[in-house]
């Protein structure tokens, strides 16, 4: 209910926030920044604190595989963070 609501009231902010958004401008920059790092924020705590974690937190006989897949899951998950932040860099040379 509440979302059915307040859905036509954001399209309607939205789109008087369109006709004066102007992409430039020091605010709309700064807005866009706070809510990106909000977004992100939010996926790095999903990520880390609720799928992660709990995934590691086993012990060695909840795991079929043992402290092999142990190891090769954080060999997995050190890969993956390095090629999003090789990914990061270069995609940062793109908008130059």
């Known amino acids: 209910v509440t979302f059915s609501l307040m859905m036509p009231i954001g399209v309607a902010i939205g789109i008087g926030v369109a006709s004066t958004y ?14 990106n790092s909000i977004s992100g924020g939010l996926l790095l705590y999903i990520a880390l ?14 795991i079929a595989g043992g402290w092999i897949i142990r190891i090769l899951s954080y060999l997995a998950l050190a890969l993956g963070a390095v090629i999003m932040a090789v990914i990061a860099i270069f995609e940062g040379d793109s908008h130059n």
Not at 22 to 35: E, P
Not at 49 to 62: L, Y
Request: charged share 25%.
């Open 22 to 35: 102007d992409a430039g401008s020091t605010v709309s920059k700064a807005v866009q920044g706070v809510l």
């Open 49 to 62: 604190v609720q799928m992660i974690a709990e995934d590691f937190t086993k012990t060695d006989g909840d």
